[in-house]
């Protein structure tokens, strides 16, 4: 079954051919001084989180066995499939089984993990009672692996193949990172994303603070590494220059692909310079290995490659027909040939390298009838594995069963509380061509609800957009689909996109239990340009409406949220009474994660107003609620909040480094971004000159100006008003002394986009720079108009920002 390609032979050789003993033993491990060295001194001082990461073959296995091997202490180790089934924190529970038998007393929160560890039901508490919000669920199960582990400390936790790992995994080696277990050294290895692409574990980890993971790259063998392991190998005292270079070339310095290749040359003999005798790519190296077995062994090793690293031989059995003793043999006779390796549970292949060139040499044909064949064979079993059916459906190009069980994956998933893998099933079923309209309409809704919270928002809305393309959608999905996108494009910094994608789907939202959250986002006023302030008014009272229509205790608090936010941000003095309100009500106790939400835009909200100490409280509870629940998708709004906090009060120093690494990691919440850049660029404004003088001074402003004209530019073309009208005051203020008539015009845009919106207290530092301007030029009166207007704007409006600014402009510009 598996091709034996050509045979490329070809005459020629060395004038002085070299002849190595057989190998003996394993390749010995050469090289990678300073990055051992590196994970010594990190494990040796827990606690810590590594992510060491490489391509496939790189060594990451071999460097983190070379550390064990010398590392004394306890060793937790889990190991990642390539093909896992929806079950949360699966190789973490594996690590603690391992290490189950030294478990001490226990937190009564580690009686969360009773229902996923049966067989460890005699060691952990009772399980608590059930939440009834499944994200406290979620939470409360990180709380207890991290007691579990806590107990296991001092200890050494190891975990391999993340870029495998299913999303709950890495939410909580997430929480690891910033809330780290005492005496716990955690070692991850993963794979190198690739340009254009992410994996869960490095989406979840570059949402951290940089300074919370340690990231050990490998890179591949340089020639001296190359040299020293062909000398070991070959039992050569002074291998060949020719040799080294040859080497290097042709394997790329892959240290899983030069180990095959030397371990070939050490068993063949002969001259390892000949290219006509000497294999020097993995490909060649497994068909020399091959070529002595037998086509019944050849089929069997085919067929394993198929079903994946470790060859069930029940499952190949079944698949081949074959009996167990006939299986048995071929793979011992695979084993022999250097082609499997006993991993001590069982044979397996050597790397995934080797089984995915053994796999490229079974026939498209025959790859496609073994996929089909073991997935019937899996469909007997139960409970069924879905995950696995669905990778093999289809590969075997059965569109129709392939989308079946990755439905029923992503509801596991979901039901499980993984929305992030959920969404990963799902995105895969919009590939089939031949999906019927109301199957893939169904399964977008799901996608969308999926992606709300999960890592796969960018790969969504695209797909989400064509079928709202279609004229032909019928209404219901129509609103659903529209409301999913409209969010997902707000949370991606998209603005105004989502909020008009929004107020489309409103209108065939029929559900007042749907419709009432999504007229609660419309309702928020510091996200768009123009839509007036009456306009999120009349949004908020439709959103009361639908929710009083609902009977939903959720949607109901989701409305009040907003009005209060609505509220405080229009300087209207009944915001604080619903806030206080709220915040000591059990319906938002209940909801921590809504709870945090709330109070950072409040925070915010504050911010605006000129509430720095109602603010700082806001936003104490806010970071407060969000440790207490490990949402670390919040955490980049927590420290945007933060660093807004000490600008408005004037805590400049250091400041613009700390909104530095925050844009620099704006991948944790792309939603914060803009914000952010406009903090920055603000600080920067207002800093610049304030050092020295001379050219050092002149460079400063012109970076600060640089950076608040990229922020309008950005804010005008997503639509988001509130970093637009900051940086348009801003950049007022900084050219006003030099070019006055510029600094006019910014100033009146900003005037003229904060008249758009209806709340003026928003334009008081663009007005003030209008009053300056004209008061430096000798005619005060010219800004008389617009102090008026802001005068008359926050007549009654618990504005005290712009009640100060209102004085200085008044004295500036008399009545």
Same mark, same amino acid.
Request: a negative charge; charged letters at 25%.
């Given at each position: ?15 002085? +051919? ?89 937190? +009564? ?72 277990? =005492? ?122 490659? %198929? ?7 029940? %499952? ?27 991993? /001590? ?62 439905? #029923? ?7 499980? /509380? ?15 061509? =031949? ?111 639908? #929710? ?118 704006? =991948? ?41 004209? =990229? ?46 919106? /209806? ?33 008359? /704007? ?22």
């Amino acid at each position: 079954m598996i091709d034996g390609g050509e045979d490329k032979t070809r005459g020629g050789g060395s004038p002085t +051919p070299v002849r190595p003993e057989r190998l003996r033993g394993p390749v010995e491990f050469v090289g990678r001084v300073t990055e051992l060295a590196q994970l010594r001194r990190l494990v040796a001082t827990p606690p810590c989180l590594i992510l060491l990461e490489g391509e496939p073959g790189i060594g990451k296995s071999r460097l983190v066995a070379e550390l064990l091997a010398e590392l004394p202490g306890r060793h937790l180790i889990g190991e990642c499939d390539d093909v896992p089934e929806p079950f949360p924190l699966g190789v973490l529970l594996d690590a603690i089984r391992g290490g189950a038998d030294r478990l001490g007393p226990l937190s +009564p929160v580690a009686g969360a993990l009773a229902p996923l560890l049966p067989e460890l039901a005699d060691v952990l508490p009772d399980p608590p009672p059930p939440l009834t919000d499944p994200a406290a669920e979620r939470h409360r199960l990180l709380r207890a692996v991290a007691a579990v582990l806590a107990a296991l400390s001092p200890a050494t936790l190891l975990l391999e193949d993340l870029h495998w790992a299913d999303p709950a995994t890495c939410e909580l080696l997430a929480y690891l990172s910033t809330h780290p277990v =005492e005496g716990l050294a955690v070692l991850l290895t993963a794979r190198t994303a690739t340009p254009g692409s992410s994996t869960p574990i490095h989406d979840a980890l570059a949402r951290t603070p940089p300074w919370s993971v340690t990231r050990v790259p490998l890179s591949p063998l340089d020639a001296d590494d190359v040299r020293r392991l062909a000398a070991r190998t070959l039992r050569l005292d002074d291998p060949p220059q020719q040799l080294t270079a040859t080497l290097l070339d042709r394997t790329a310095g892959i240290p899983f692909v030069v180990e095959e290749v030397l371990r070939t040359l050490a068993e063949r003999g002969g001259d390892p310079l000949a290219d006509d005798s000497v294999p020097f790519v993995l490909r060649d190296v497994l068909l020399w290995r091959l070529r002595p077995l037998d086509e019944a062994t050849r089929e069997v090793l085919g067929a394993a490659a %198929v079903l994946g690293m470790t060859p069930d031989q029940r %499952v190949l059995a079944s698949v081949l027909s074959l009996d167990r003793m006939a299986i048995g043999a071929a793979l011992t006779a695979a084993h022999r040939a250097g082609l499997l390796h006993d991993a /001590g549970d069982g044979l397996r292949f050597r790397h995934d390298l080797a089984r995915q060139v053994v796999y490229d040499l079974v026939p498209r044909e025959s790859r496609e009838w073994l996929h089909l064949r073991i997935a019937r064979v899996l469909e007997q079993e139960l409970p069924k594995p879905v995950a696995q059916l669905a990778h093999h459906y289809r590969r075997a190009g059965s569109g129709a069963d392939f989308v079946r069980n990755a439905e #029923a994956a992503a509801d596991l998933a979901t039901e499980r /509380g993984d929305d992030a893998t959920a969404a990963s099933f799902l995105l895969q079923t919009m590939d089939v061509a =031949e999906l019927p309209r109301p199957v893939r309409v169904r399964l977008a809704a799901k996608l969308g609800r999926s992606a709300i919270d999960g890592l796969s928002q960018a790969e969504a809305i695209p797909v989400l957009e064509r079928l709202l393309a279609d004229r032909r959608l019928p209404p219901g999905a129509r609103g659903e689909l529209g409301l999913v996108l409209g969010r997902m494009l707000r949370q991606q910094g998209e603005a105004l996109r989502g909020y008009t994608e929004i107020e489309r789907a409103v209108p065939f939202l029929r559900a007042p239990r749907r419709k009432a959250p999504a007229l609660a986002v419309l309702a928020a006023p510091d996200t768009v340009v123009g839509r007036h302030v009456d306009d999120h008014l009349a949004r908020c009272a439709e959103a009361e409406t639908a #929710a009083a229509a609902s009977g939903d205790p959720a949607s109901h608090l989701a409305v009040r949220i907003a009005r209060a936010s609505l509220l405080l941000e229009s300087g209207d003095p009944a915001a604080w009474a619903i806030i206080t309100q709220l915040r000591a009500s059990a319906e938002l106790a209940d909801r921590p994660r809504e709870h945090a939400r709330a109070c950072l835009n409040w925070a915010q909200g504050a911010l605006h107003a000129g509430h720095p100490e109602q603010a700082e409280a806001l936003l104490a509870a806010g970071r407060a609620l969000v440790d207490e629940t490990g949402y670390e998708r919040l955490t980049a709004l927590v420290e945007a909040t933060e660093l807004s906090l000490d600008r408005a009060a004037g805590r400049l120093d250091g400041l613009a480094e700390r909104l530095r690494r925050l844009v620099a990691s704006a =991948e944790r919440m792309p939603v914060t971004l803009l914000d952010a850049r406009a903090e920055l660029a603000t600080v920067l404004a207002r800093t610049a000159g304030t050092a020295s003088g001379g050219d050092d001074s002149a460079n400063e402003v012109e970076v600060a100006e640089r950076a608040l004209r =990229e922020v309008v530019a950005d804010a005008r073309r997503v639509g988001a008003i509130w970093p637009l009208v900051q940086a348009l005051s801003a950049l007022a203020q900084l050219t006003l002394a030099e070019r006055p008539d510029e600094a006019v015009r910014h100033a009146a845009d900003a005037l003229s986009l904060v008249r758009g919106k /209806g709340i003026l207290a928003w334009a008081a530092d663009a007005v003030l720079v209008l009053a300056e301007a004209a008061a430096a030029a000798g005619d005060p009166g010219r800004a008389a108009g617009a102090v008026a207007e802001l005068e008359a /704007g926050i007549a009654g409006r618990d504005a005290p920002l712009a009640l100060a600014a209102l004085r200085r402009c008044r004295e500036l510009v008399p009545a």
